[in-house]
């Protein structure tokens, strides 16, 4: 049983390095046992390098076992990293979902609730984007904070407000985490291709850009060949390029560049796709 106040292991990935205030944090890769269910085995994650990225990732996997004794849980441990930490949270607060996904421009909602009967001044509640930067901040001006705190409304979402947002609550000792992570703006379903000369071939891609927002797109065989005419066809939407009859210069590698604006900032993002000569035919 962790003695710090809060109840049980997280469940989903910190944030990075010196998150849980250690350099290396550790979750539990699986969800907890009920009371039924006695002693079971578990695994928890660590991360070891130095990437200071969000990660999803185990570098080290520790084998312990947990029971759920109703009001705590009790753990068996095998500490095994140096410098590493459990993450431990009051189980009185979720939020739902613990990882957000978005597309630029989106609004994104990190909603998290307090069961708690012991009651609290929203004034207590202390926001934080990646463990520095305290909410409201200038540079965030795009989160809305609802009256009791428990609320962020991200508007127009883009790539400075991705990554771990934290809540803290003195008084009931309550914490809580959530990820939000964007879609990559232009993204392939695959990145290899692979076709026999003169077959014919569909690349296509998808905008994770909300409607509305104007964007410039371009396509190019790297490092710097236009595809337009000749056996090259782009879809009305831009979203599909279809190489007609390869021939042998149509192998390498393709890039599709999309240009577009969200609060008033430029973002140029790409997605690279490889087409190559298919192995039963070499």
């Given at each position: 049983q962790f003695s710090t106040g809060f109840r049980m292991m997280a469940e989903s990935?910190?944030?990075?390095?010196?998150?849980?205030g250690t350099k290396h944090p550790a979750y539990l890769n699986q969800e907890h046992p009920t009371a039924e269910d006695g002693v079971v085995p578990r695994e928890v994650c660590f991360k070891e390098d130095s990437d200071s990225d969000i990660y999803q990732g185990c570098d080290v996997v520790e084998n312990i076992r947990v029971k759920n004794c109703?009001?705590?849980?009790?753990?068996?441990?095998?500490?095994?990293?140096?410098?590493?930490?459990?993450?431990?949270?009051?189980?009185?607060?979720?939020?739902?979902?613990?990882?957000?996904?978005?597309?630029?421009?989106?609004?994104?909602?990190?909603?998290?609730?307090?069961?708690?009967?012991?009651?609290f001044d929203p004034e207590?509640?202390?926001?934080?984007?990646?463990?520095?930067?305290?909410?409201?901040?200038?540079?965030?001006?795009n989160i809305d904070i609802s009256d009791d705190r428990l609320l962020l409304n991200i508007n127009n979402i883009a790539?400075?407000?991705?990554?771990?947002y934290a809540f803290?609550?003195?008084?009931?000792?309550?914490?809580?985490?959530?990820?939000?992570?964007?879609?990559?703006?232009?993204?392939?379903?695959?990145k290899y291709y692979y076709a026999a000369p003169g077959d014919s071939l569909s690349l296509p891609v998808t905008f994770n850009i909300m409607d509305g927002i104007a964007r410039e797109v371009t396509w190019k065989k790297l490092p710097h060949k236009p595809v337009t005419g000749g056996n090259y066809n782009l879809s009305d939407d831009e979203t599909t390029l279809t190489i007609k009859s390869l021939g042998e210069k149509d192998f390498g590698t393709y890039r599709c560049t999309v240009t577009f604006e969200v609060e008033e900032v430029v973002y140029t993002k790409h997605a690279d796709?490889?087409?190559?000569?298919?192995?039963?035919?070499m």
């Open positions: 990935p910190p944030g990075p390095q010196y998150s849980c109703g009001d705590y849980y009790a753990y068996q441990l095998n500490p095994q990293v140096k410098e590493g930490a459990y993450c431990v949270y009051n189980r009185k607060t979720s939020c739902y979902p613990p990882v957000v996904h978005a597309r630029y421009g989106e609004l994104a909602v990190v909603n998290c609730t307090l069961n708690s009967e012991k009651d207590e509640v202390e926001w934080t984007h990646l463990d520095s930067t305290t909410l409201p901040d200038k540079r965030l001006n790539d400075k407000n991705a990554g771990v803290y609550i003195a008084s009931t000792q309550t914490t809580a985490l959530v990820e939000v992570i964007l879609f990559s703006a232009v993204e392939s379903s695959q796709i490889v087409v190559k000569l298919d192995e039963e035919e």
